[in-house]
């Protein structure tokens, strides 16, 4: 007999189908090997697939991982906050929860909170340091156009920022040239006509080629432009095919700074995962 695991679709970032980032959720029993997790996020074929298993430490409510088609990652923020959705809204769980939590292997605890009709997920703010056009002469010639501020952390994050909405909108990278550049992310970013900031975000080097709504791009962007706009709280739209709006605002706790992403989800396919 197969093994039945649990699963929803949800879109992310999106208030009805069809918009913000698709996101797979799996609730597991205990954790599958580590190439059948892959396997199954290839066979998902969406930018993520979460996987969730009841945490036995006492350290927070669920164990998190995230894993692309390709390989698992470090930090997912949109899958994170429709973990967040599915446990907080399926029958059985939490009917009176305004919060869940996840302990992660790389990126710390996380949480998601109920937020009216949305969700607010916190990440760890990503802190970024200035770059150089000597540094990233390639990866500009493989942007299409040249920015005028640049900015890099040592996790593999990249920042170009651009005049205004429309260049960002109007570039078309050479993807495979990037992916030849390894899994970091390119993050492209201008200030927005009808939010505060737009961007566009591309990770061809880890199987998406560009990404639809990015939650850990947003753990980078809000520190980066809460210090060029000089406040902790303001709007975001990525301007992917598929669309997301975000509400960014940067927060400190014990932990230290935490970015904290704001958006809806909702479900869109319920169902089992036959393994």
Request: aromatic share 8%.
């Amino acid at each position: 007999m197969p093994q039945t695991i649990p699963y929803w679709h949800v879109d992310a970032f999106a208030a009805q189908p069809f918009g913000g980032n698709q996101a797979a959720v799996m609730v597991l029993d205990e954790w599958l090997p580590d190439d059948v997790l892959v396997a199954i996020g290839a066979e998902n074929l969406f930018a993520e697939t979460a996987f969730v298993v009841r945490d036995a430490t006492g350290e927070a409510d669920w164990e998190l991982r995230w894993c692309t088609p390709t390989y698992e990652i470090a930090l997912c923020g949109h899958a994170t906050l429709a973990s967040g959705h599915v446990l907080l809204t399926r029958d059985g769980e939490g009917q009176a929860r305004e919060r869940v939590t996840f302990r992660t292997r790389k990126s710390g605890v996380l949480e998601v909170v109920r937020a009216g009709d949305a969700y607010e997920l916190a990440l760890p703010a990503i802190a970024t340091a200035p770059d150089t056009a000597a540094n990233q002469a390639e990866a500009i010639g493989l942007l299409g156009a040249e920015p005028f501020d640049m900015a890099r952390s040592a996790l593999g994050y990249n920042i170009y920022l651009y005049e205004n909405e429309a260049a960002v909108r109007g570039l078309a990278p050479d993807i495979r040239g990037l992916e030849r550049l390894g899994t970091d992310q390119f993050i492209v970013t201008a200030p927005g006509i009808k939010t505060d900031i737009v961007s566009r975000v591309f990770v061809p080097g880890g199987g998406v080629d560009e990404d639809s709504v990015t939650g850990s791009a947003h753990a980078v962007l809000t520190p980066y432009w809460a210090r060029r706009l000089g406040r902790d709280s303001f709007t975001a739209h990525q301007a992917s095919t598929r669309g997301g709006d975000l509400a960014l605002r940067l927060a400190k706790d014990d932990t230290g700074d935490r970015a904290w992403l704001g958006g809806p989800c909702v479900t869109v396919v319920e169902g089992a995962f036959y393994l």
